[in-house]
């Protein structure tokens, strides 16, 4: 890995040099717009909406669109009285219980490795975080804006996560969820039974992103110019089930079969909705682009 940033964490006295490592990437294909016909890129050039004309870099400025649709322009000197800082400082601000850290606030995540000089201190921070069970908020400035960020332990390593404003988190305001009816006691103990049968450890290593390695054995293929066959799709049938109630049974005993578990014994007067379930109306199947490695198995 190549590290991004250089500075230091500073909390109280002490002063720990650190690097910063981007800890994620992107595992997606990219793709170019091409010429159907040949394969050559699509270029676009910067022409002005109201003369028509080409524009050079030089010639282009940021611009703010308002509310009523007139654009204001700011140059160079507009942006050179905006607060901002180039410090190479992660500033510890406080000390907080990690789970008062709301993971919808967490953006990017970086590594954080110590110079050879700081490996002391880098050790201490790390074991006082995992020993109070803590989160260090700080603020950092990466490419010249300020920014909160967390520190927290990860497989004996410092992670930096940067944060969202609070401001930038959307409310969700659903009426029908507000006005949603409450679950029967008869449902709400199906549920129970079905988290219950489905219940264990999350293992990442078990989720794969499906598409990624399809759309990437496609792309060999064709590089390689051989065949590409695509996979039969799965078959779709219509229905819905409403009975809630029959779902949640009907999960729970997939859930069963799925462990080798025997089926619960049919009762000797079956409800309206199991007989209605004699000739079950799937739902439609829907590909999804991460599934669990155990359940291709078990299909």
Not at 50 to 76: F, N, Q, R, S
Not at 119 to 128: G, H, M, N, S, V
Not at 183 to 210: H, N, P, R, S, V
Request: net charge negative; glycine share 4%; charged share 35%.
């Amino acid at each position: 890995m190549r590290a991004i940033w250089k500075g230091a964490v500073s909390f109280g006295l002490v002063n720990v040099p650190v690097r910063l490592y981007s800890a994620t990437e992107n595992h997606d294909v990219q793709f170019r717009q091409v010429h159907r016909e040949d394969g050559g890129r699509i270029k676009y050039k910067r022409t002005c909406s109201i003369d028509g004309e080409e524009v050079a870099y030089d010639d282009i400025a940021k611009g703010y669109e308002t509310e009523d649709g007139d654009m204001v322009v700011l140059t160079d000197e507009d942006f050179k009285d905006l607060p901002s800082k180039s410090s190479k400082e992660i500033n510890v601000e406080k000390f907080v219980p990690s789970e008062q850290i709301d993971p919808m606030l967490l953006d990017k995540s970086y590594y954080l490795e110590p110079d050879k000089t700081a490996t002391k201190p880098y050790i201490l921070l790390r074991e006082a975080l995992e020993s109070e069970g803590r989160m260090a908020v700080v603020t950092v400035s990466i490419r010249t804006r300020m920014t909160m960020a967390v520190l927290r332990v990860r497989d004996g390593v410092i992670v930096m996560q940067t944060m969202l404003w609070p401001d930038e988190i959307r409310k969700a305001d659903f009426a029908s969820v507000d006005e949603a009816a409450e679950a029967t006691d008869k449902e709400m103990a199906m549920a129970k039974l079905l988290i219950e049968q489905l219940a264990g450890d999350f293992e990442a290593e078990d989720y794969e992103d499906d598409y990624a390695i399809a759309l990437q054995a496609l792309v060999k293929a064709k590089v390689e110019g051989g065949e590409v066959q695509a996979p039969a799709a799965e078959a779709e049938e219509s229905g819905e089930v409403v009975d809630l109630l029959a779902a949640l049974a009907k999960s729970v005993e997939k859930a069963k079969a799925s462990r080798g578990e025997a089926p619960s014994k049919p009762a000797s007067k079956a409800p309206k909705a199991a007989a209605a379930d004699e000739k079950p109306a799937k739902k439609a199947a829907a590909k999804k682009t991460a599934t669990k490695k155990a359940s291709k198995k078990a299909s």
